[in-house]
């Protein structure tokens, strides 16, 4: 974008909505909480960003000091102890009233776009609808949606609901958008931490024991909450419990629930116990505030037809002796058909990355749920797309296209790929490095406009426009470009 969206983030506790932001590549220029305990662990996490401690209850003084900043986005997860299930429930309480503040400071200081975040039963109180009725009169228009974290890069069942809100737009902008990002499966732990955290099954303590509190690490973690509880003695069990309460079975320790909120592993998560288990439970998820952060700048790209954050990197492939190899249009720039071996990016939203396969990976991909490319730690650098893509879309001749959700990734090495069971070749050289993307299958076609692929050529290759164009002048039997499915995703 040309324009940096610069953010505010009210309500911050310990940063995971600051960081989910950044990771998404927007700036904060400030940050606010009224929770000592807060501010401190958001300093210690993120050094360099300001924040300030003062109480946002008091408007009119909060709407002042606001003021001192240049931003154009406010986010903010008010507290949620009266609205949620965990809570007191009641939503005259003074932390229910955070949320109308959140709604006056923005209604006053009017940023072009904000968002807010707050537990799914907020949404059925007279306190959350006063505060949509205070947007709306301001000139916002809203798309409310209801997210489960698990389908948002984060592995935890954990329902909140978010408001996007567009100066001068129009209701339900983002819905679309937000829908295309959306996971089509949960993440469970063993997807995000495979088994890192050396167990099968642990404990959680329920509100009641109504509720199951055994739950493996082959689904999303159950909800983390502010408090975190040893397993009693008296524990009578549940039928809905996989298995039963016996050694072996543990509660998650303080840092593991950090890590389910997708802090990152090197945060200082040091201090007083009851309040660092609170400042966990209460934050935004990393990956969440990241989710919510892209489904923003999606929408401001779209609405300024811009096809990307950055401008597009302009790589060409080598042109091959073979006839008929490629097909390229536009003097050079885009390619319609796809060389094995090679990938493409297309920046839809989200970005695509479209490739091949060998027909021996094949049962590979498919079983592990991965696909691999040889990459240049300048590649990395300069096409930073790489490592943005949510979509994947890989072709063979004569079989149908595999779709894919990418649900992450991570670099690794040659022996790494073996551990992973991987037939190497002398193809592939010892210090060779890889991006492995981790994938989520997907039973229906993605939409993507193959006449917007950019070609990324692997291993530090690149051929310079005008050479391209040369060699493509020479070859006057070109194919046809294939035709575009026409299958279009479900919303």
């Known amino acids: 974008m040309n324009n940096k969206i610069k953010a505010i983030d009210l309500f911050c506790g310990g940063g995971g909505f600051s960081r989910g932001l950044l990771d998404a590549g927007l700036e904060v220029v400030l940050a606010v909480d009224n929770w000592n305990a807060a501010v401190s662990f958001y300093k210690r996490n993120l050094p360099g960003h ?30 949620c102890q009266d609205f949620s299930s965990a809570g007191k429930r009641d939503e005259n309480g003074d932390r229910a009233n955070l949320t109308t503040a959140f709604a006056r400071i923005v209604s006053n200081l009017k940023p072009k776009y ?3 975040e707050n537990v799914d039963r907020a949404r059925k109180t007279r306190t959350f609808a006063r505060s949509l009725d205070i947007f709306r009169d301001a000139g916002y228009g809203l798309t409310v949606h209801v997210l489960d974290a698990s389908l948002c890069g984060v592995p935890q069942k954990r329902k909140r609901v978010v408001v996007w809100g567009v100066l001068g737009g129009n209701n339900n902008e983002l819905s679309s958008i937000i829908q295309a990002n959306l996971s089509d499966s949960s993440m469970s ?14 404990y959680r303590h329920p509100r009641s024991y109504a509720r199951r509190a055994v739950f493996s690490i082959d689904e999303p973690s159950p909800t983390i909450r502010g408090v975190n509880r ?11 419990d996989p298995v039963p309460v016996k050694k072996g079975i543990r509660p998650l320790t303080t840092k593991e629930r950090s890590l389910i909120q997708t802090f990152p592993e090197c945060w200082d998560i040091s201090g007083k116990k009851t309040e ?21 700048i999606n929408y401001i790209e779209q609405q300024e037809k811009m096809p990307s954050r950055k401008p597009k990197p302009r790589y060409h492939m080598p042109v091959y002796d073979k006839p008929n190899s490629v097909k390229h249009i536009q003097h050079a720039e885009q390619l319609l058909l796809f060389e094995t071996g090679h990938l493409y990016l297309v920046h839809d939203h989200p970005i695509t990355l479209l490739g091949t396969y060998r ?3 094949r049962d590979w991909i498919v079983s592990k749920r991965l696909y691999n490319y040889p990459v240049t730690e300048s590649e990395l650098d300069t096409v930073k797309e790489l490592l943005a893509v949510r979509n994947l879309i890989l072709k063979r001749k004569g ?8 649900k992450g990734y ?25 991006i492995l993307y981790k994938l989520s299958p997907l039973s229906k076609a993605l939409p993507c406009d193959e006449t917007n692929a950019i070609p990324i050529v692997g291993k530090g290759v690149s051929v310079p426009q005008k050479n391209a164009a040369s060699e493509i002048a020479r070859k006057p039997t070109l194919r046809k470009p294939p035709k575009a499915s026409s299958n279009k995703r479900a919303i």
Do not use: W
């Open 114 to 116: 904000f968002a807010m």
């Open 189 to 202: 732990l063993r997807d995000f931490f495979g088994d890192k955290f050396g167990i099968q099954f642990y």
């Open 230 to 240: 040893p397993i009693p003695k008296g524990y009578p069990g549940h039928p809905g």
């Open 410 to 434: 991570s670099i690794i090495g040659k022996s790494d790929l073996l551990k992973l069971g991987y037939k190497t070749s002398k193809n592939h050289p010892a210090k060779q490095r890889y």
């Open 399 to 406: 079989v149908k296209d595999l779709f894919f959700k990418v």
């Open 50 to 79: 300001p924040v300030e401690n003062f109480d946002l209850l008091d408007i009119d003084s909060s709407i002042t000091r606001l003021r001192e900043y240049e931003f154009n986005l406010i986010v903010g997860g008010p507290p």
């Open 276 to 296: 660092v288990e609170q400042i966990i439970g209460n934050a935004v998820p990393v990956k969440l505030g990241e989710f919510i952060g892209n489904c923003l």
């Open 359 to 361: 027909k021996t990976c």
